[in-house]
C-alpha cells in the first residue's frame, strides 16, 4: 500500500506541493499518493483535515506524510499534536527571517498567487495574452513589442513554451512556425528580418517529432519520419546559417526549456 | 537602496523562487530586487555566483540573503562559507525525510519539473493543449472528454483560467462564452444542456470588465459600463436558474480561481 503524503496550505497550497514533490523526488523508490488540502484558514477547517490524516493512518496502517506551508501558528502548533510527521516549511524560515531583515512577519495568510501585486500580476495575464495573440505567426504586428520570438517546425514545443513563459515569467514570447516553403527557401522569413536579436530556435529530435506529430494527424506527410527529418535538419540548418541560438528540446520540459531561454534573455538584455 | 535575494538551484529554479516569494511576502515592508541562478550543477558555477554575491555585499553594503534547493551537499556547503544568509531549503528537510522513510536520498540534481515522469508530463501538454483548442467555445465536440467546462461573459477570466488548470494541475478546461444572444434567451445554450454537471461559472463586478474590456475593445457598447452591468446580471441570473456553481472572481488570482475549481472537481468526481 503507498504511503499518503498531504499537502496543507491556507491559501492555494502551490507552493507547498512544489516544494513536497521537489524534496521527494530525491527518493527515487518512494511511491506515494498526494492529497492536496489548500484554503486551511481556521482551527474548525484544521480539525476536519486532522480528522481524515487520522483515518489514512488508521485504514492504510501508515502515518502519513505532512507537508505544510501554514502561516498561522496556532494552526501550525494544531497539527504538530497528531502523531505524524510534520515538515513545516515556514517556521524555521521565518523566524530566521524576521531575525535577518529585524521585521515581524504579518503571520497573514497566503500572500503569494493573489492580485494583491497588481501591477506584476496584470503583467503576467497580459503576457498570457500576448503568447495566445502571437501564437503560430498568424499576427505578427506585435513583434516590435516582444521579448522573444521562439522560431522552429510544427510541434517542436514552441506554443506551450511562450504560454509558460507568460503565465510564469512575465516574458512576452510570441512564436513563428517555420514551413516548408520557409526551410526550402533556405532563407529567413522576410517578416523576421527586422528582429533577428530577439528569435530563438527549439529543435527536436526527428523521431519524436514524428510521433508528436503521428497522434495529432495521422498517417500524412506531415508525420512521415522523412518529412520529419528533412524539417528538422532543414530548420536547423538555418539557425546555423542566421547564428540565431537554438535548444534542443527533446527531453526537456516546457519549465527546463523556459528556464533556459530566461537566462538567454537576461544575458542578451 | 533595497537588498538583493538571490535564488539558487541546481535545476529550473521555479522551487526556490516560489518558496522564497512565499516567504518573503510575510514581510509587507521588505522591498528587494531578485537574482534568480538556475543550473548550478557544479563548483565551478557556483564560484562563479559566489563572485557575483560577494560583488553584490561591497555595491551596496548590504549582504544579500541566499535562498537555495540546492541538493548536492558540496556546493550547499560551499556556499555557507560565504558571509551571507543562506536558506538552505533542502538539508533539514532532507534529513528527515531520509530517516522517516527509512531510505538515502539520491542527491541527484533537480528530479522536479523534468520530463522523467514520462505519462505525468504528457498529461499535462495535451491538458494545455485541450485548453487552446476548446477555448472560446469554437469547438464543441470534446466536451465529453472535459473534466470541466467554465462558462461567463466575455472576459470573465476563462481562458487563462483553462490554461493553468491544464499546465498546472492537468486538468481537462474547455470554456465557453456567453454571448448577447444567449443571455437574452435566459436559456441555457443547448450545446451544454448535456453538460451540466461539467459546468462551472465565472462571474466579475461590472466595474472591473468594463476596465478590462475598455482596453481590448475601447468606446464601443462591449466595453460600456451598461453592458457590462447588464451581461452580468443575466450571466448571475442563468447561473442561479439553472443551479450552476460559479465564483466571483474580481479580486482573485488564477491560481486561486484553480485551487477552487479543483477542490469543486474533487467533490463532484
Redesign the interface.
Known sequence: MKRTVYFLAD?????VE??G??????????EYETV?W??IDGLEKARRVAERINQTTMESGQKP?VFT?L?DPSIRDYFKTLDV?V?D??E???T??EQ??G?P????LG?????KNGRA?DQR?HA??FA?NNDDGAITKNYETADLILIGVSRSGK??TC??LG??HSVLAANYPLTDDDLHSDLLPKILNGYKDKLYGLTIDPHQLQRIRQERRPDRRYSSLEQCKMEVKLAEGLFKHYNIPYLETT??????I???L??HIKRVA
Open positions: 491559501h492555494t497550497g502551490i507552493t512544489a516544494m514533490r521537489s524534496l521527494l523526488s530525491q527518493f527515487d523508490s518512494f492536496h489548500p484554503f506524510i506551508t502561516v510527521p515538515m516549511f515556514f524555521t524560515f521565518t530566521r527571517l535577518e531583515l521585521l512577519s504579518s503571520h497573514a500572500q503569494f498567487h493573489t492580485t500580476y495575464i498570457v495574452n495566445l506554443t506551450p504560454l509558460f503565465l510564469q527531453s526537456m520540459s516546457i519549465e527546463e523556459s528556464a533556459r530566461i537566462q
